[in-house]
């Protein structure tokens, strides 16, 4: 079965700090990734995501995320944080091959002082 | 509408009673998926509908969870006899089709926090 490993349970960063957020993936086959954003008080969005191709994903709001095949994983950074960006981070996977279950990490809760 | 709308927000039930939660999703998206976030956890899949049929309803806990699709567009769960551990907030995600595996073009709504008292 797939898990997926959100090792940061709360992170607090000053505004303009570097993020980094890390994700792990447990699975053999084929997948695709994904960073979830839950602002406080609303549903939750897609950040970016990861299906083939250049392994450096860039998303919304200055977001990016690297797919590293190798460790399992697919850690999210931004350069530079912003209070808006105060939020809980969700990694997913899914499998390519047609599962209809997205599996998700436990969240990371960034928040941002301005 | 422009989202996928779940109602109610909140719910608060004794242990014991009898829950319907509703999604209505975008108009025309063919595929539902419930997924359930109990605190501090990440959402866990529930069941998927692929127009009026439940496609894989492997994640639904037990037998008191069952969740319909009469017309293809919006779904209620149900969930009988219901017990503390239910508690958690639902959520409900459609998309046009499954696509490349699960995930693809999902929309989420903002979900029914279920608390049973």
């Known amino acids: 079965a797939q898990s997926v490993s959100q090792h940061n349970h709360h992170v607090i960063l000053s505004e303009a700090a570097s993020l980094e957020l890390g994700c792990n993936y447990s699975?053999?086959?084929?997948?695709?990734l994904f960073w979830y954003v839950q602002y406080p008080g609303q549903h939750l969005q897609l950040l970016l995501k990861?299906?083939?191709?250049?392994?450096l994903v860039k998303g919304i709001k200055g977001f990016e995320a690297e797919f590293i095949k190798s460790k399992f994983s697919f850690n999210l950074r931004k350069p530079s944080v912003q209070w808006s960006d105060t939020a809980e981070y969700f990694c997913?996977?899914?499998?390519?091959?047609?599962?209809?279950?997205?599996?998700f990490g436990t969240g990371t809760r960034l928040t941002v002082i301005p | 509408g422009a989202g996928v709308s779940q109602t109610p927000s909140n719910k608060v039930t004794e242990k014991g009673k009898y829950v319907e939660l509703r999604c209505d999703p975008i108009?025309?998206?063919?595929?539902l998926y419930w997924y359930r976030q109990s605190l501090g956890q990440g959402p866990e899949f529930l069941i998927y509908?692929?127009?009026?049929?439940?496609?894989?309803d492997s994640g639904l806990p037990n037998d008191r969870f069952f969740a319909v699709r009469p017309e293809g567009s919006v779904s209620t769960l149900k969930i009988q006899r219901t017990e503390r551990g239910d508690s958690a907030v639902y959520l409900c995600?459609?998309?046009?089709?499954?696509?490349?595996?699960?995930?693809?073009?999902?929309?989420f709504g903002s979900g029914t926090r279920l608390t049973v008292v």
């Open positions: 509908f692929q127009g009026t049929g439940a496609a894989d």
């Open positions: 699975y053999g086959g084929t997948v695709n």
């Open positions: 997913a996977v899914s499998d390519q091959t047609g599962a209809n279950n997205l599996f």
């Open positions: 990861y299906f083939s191709g250049d392994p």
């Open positions: 108009s025309g998206h063919t595929a």
């Open positions: 995600a459609s998309s046009l089709a499954p696509g490349q595996g699960a995930g693809n073009g999902y929309t």
